[in-house]
């Protein structure tokens, strides 16, 4: 069972895979193309650096949710303004990245539909 701190990172790493999964289909098989312009030449050069890049960058931000999450619920004083500031901009940057994850996956799978492969 994945505990509760551990849930916003795998989110995290399961959106940010399948970015990289519906990437790599539709750029292998179907002709479409990585918009983001500092992995753009490389999914067109060197597709497992690709993979691997992708993969670490996610895993990396999945980690810094979970480690950041941990550290600061080690404060003592969660009543404190400044506890209660972190906390909510924690979230809402949790909240961010998993809502652009959510688009970014779902545009992909639209071009991959467009596209006829699914």
Same mark, same amino acid.
């Given at each position: ?9 795998v ?12 990437t ?7 002709g479409?193309v ?25 895993v990396?931000?999945?980690?810094l ?5 941990? %550290? ?6 969660? %009543? ?29 799978i ?8 699914i």
């Open positions: 069972m994945i505990k509760p701190k551990r849930f916003s990172g989110i995290l790493v399961l959106m940010g895979s399948m970015d990289c999964l519906t790599v289909i539709g750029t292998l098989y179907f479409t990585e918009l983001n312009p500092l992995l753009a030449d490389m999914v067109n050069t060197n597709l497992p650096l690709f993979v691997a890049v992708k993969l670490a960058i996610t990396c931000v999945g980690l949710f979970v480690q950041a999450e941990k %550290t600061l619920m080690k404060v003592k004083d969660r %009543t404190a303004k400044s506890f209660i500031f972190t906390h909510k901009f924690l979230q809402l940057s949790y909240g961010g990245i998993v809502l652009f994850l959510v688009i970014v996956v779902t545009n992909n639209l071009v991959l539909v467009l596209a006829g492969t």
